[in-house]
């Protein structure tokens, strides 16, 4: 999807929906558009229920805007970010995938928050976002 005149046709095309969280096709659309003005977007993925996305810059506040991801598409965090303890807990650092500890060094896992935590050092690195919605 890189170099379209209009990046956000994919997912016009694909019907890109959170509908079980109550977002539509042109919600999706709407924050994302809000994105691509605060930081630059480039969408790389668009699937019915799904989108990737890289950011040109990152936020100012990441803290604020990870929160904002989790609230629009809590599956970033429920399904993924926040899953890191069930997947990872139990591993030394040595056994971690590659670019896993990174991730987790330090992380409080008793902390209610710390899948945002992981997520926001996910951007940091990255630069990169997947959303979620099924």
């Known amino acids: 999807m890189s170099g379209d005149a209009d990046q956000f046709a994919e997912?016009?095309?694909?019907?890109?929906?959170?509908?079980?969280?109550?977002h539509s096709t042109d919600d999706?659309?709407?924050?994302?558009?809000?994105?691509?003005?605060?930081f630059g977007i480039k969408i790389v993925r668009a699937e019915h229920d799904l989108v990737e996305l890289e950011l040109n810059t990152l936020p100012d506040d990441l803290d604020?805007?990870?929160?904002?991801?989790?609230?629009?598409?809590?599956?970033?965090?429920?399904?993924?970010f926040g899953c890191f303890e069930e997947a990872y807990g139990d591993l030394?650092?040595?056994e971690l995938p590659e670019g896993v500890a990174e991730l987790v060094e330090g992380i409080d896992f008793d902390d209610d928050d710390y899948g945002l935590e992981i997520m926001k050092r996910a951007?940091?690195?990255?630069?990169?976002?997947?959303?979620?919605?099924?």
């Open 64 to 80: 604020a805007f990870v929160r904002e991801i989790y609230q629009f598409c809590p599956d970033t965090v429920s399904q993924g």
């Open 28 to 38: 999706v659309i709407a924050r994302l558009k809000r994105w691509d003005e605060r």
């Open 11 to 22: 997912l016009r095309d694909k019907q890109t929906n959170g509908i079980n969280y109550g």
């Open 92 to 94: 030394d650092s040595d």
């Open 123 to 134: 951007i940091q690195r990255d630069r990169k976002i997947g959303l979620w919605w099924d």
